[in-house]
């Protein structure tokens, strides 16, 4: 029995829309992610989204935790990772897919730039952090929080941002993956907070059937949602350093 790979996945995907890439243009993984990144700037499927994320998830990894090394810094590849797939669902208009590997390049210089983005947050926080040392020989006002805890703060705030993001990308990809009718029932009873009983009588439908109706709305939203997540890897949660 043949194990499906990412790579078949995706060019199964692409096939079955008309697009057939001419893999013997050059490396087949990086064409078929240039396929799949040129149809996401066309066309905007959050399924060709997913696709191209599993594809190419281990490489851009792989790229950051290079990159990285090279510049000594111990930062989490995965947060570097997310924040790179959020620019490229964010800004799909400025990939150029002339080129059979323009995907790997193009996607490289993102990947530099993401890294390059998180040093200059980090090192503003250290600047922040060491200011905040030379006022220690003043008494502390305890009626508001001090520079320390403001540099804590805003280190959490620049760590979890990139996170929060890619979240929304993914939780907008899986909405619009869903029926007109299951986008309208979430937004009037998740959104508007509309009881079942009002939006059950808007469809005509019963109140029970409204509530699994929005069930296996739900239940779709987060498979989706699980099935991209998984191909970021999966990291082991880590304890806030202190200062």
């Known amino acids: 029995m043949l194990v499906a790979t990412p790579y078949s996945e995706a060019l199964d995907l692409l096939r079955s829309m008309g697009e057939v890439p001419d893999c013997s243009s050059g490396e087949p993984a990086h064409v078929v992610a240039t396929a799949l990144m040129d149809r996401f700037r066309r066309c905007g499927e959050s399924e060709v989204f997913e696709r191209l994320v599993h594809l190419t998830s ?3 990894l792989q790229r950051v935790r290079r990159r990285l090394r090279q510049m000594g810094e111990s930062m989490d590849p995965h947060e570097v990772l997310q924040d790179v797939f959020v620019n490229i669902y964010r800004y799909p208009d ?3 897919p002339t080129r ?4 790997r390049v193009w996607a490289s ?18 600047a922040v952090g060491g200011n905040a040392g030379d006022q220690l020989d003043r008494e502390a006002d305890r009626r508001t929080a001090g520079p320390e805890l403001w540099a804590e703060a805003n280190e959490t705030e620049e760590l979890l941002a990139p996170a ?3 979240f929304l990308a993914l939780y907008l990809a899986a909405f619009e993956a869903l029926s007109p009718r299951e986008r309208y029932v979430l937004q009037m009873v998740e959104v508007k907070g509309l009881r079942y009983a009002e939006v059950a009588a808007t469809l005509g439908i019963r109140p029970e059937a409204l509530k699994m109706v929005v069930f296996r709305a739900r239940r779709r939203v987060f498979a989706r949602m699980s099935r991209v997540a998984s191909g970021l890897g999966d990291r082991p949660s880590r304890p806030h350093p202190r200062r």
Do not use: G, H, S
């Open 164 to 166: 929060w993001r890619l």
């Open 58 to 60: 281990a490489m851009l």
């Open 94 to 96: 400025r990939f150029d």
């Open 109 to 126: 210089t993102i990947v530099d730039n993401a890294v390059r983005r998180q040093l200059r947050q980090r090192r503003v926080v250290r």
């Open 100 to 103: 059979p590997e323009a995907f």
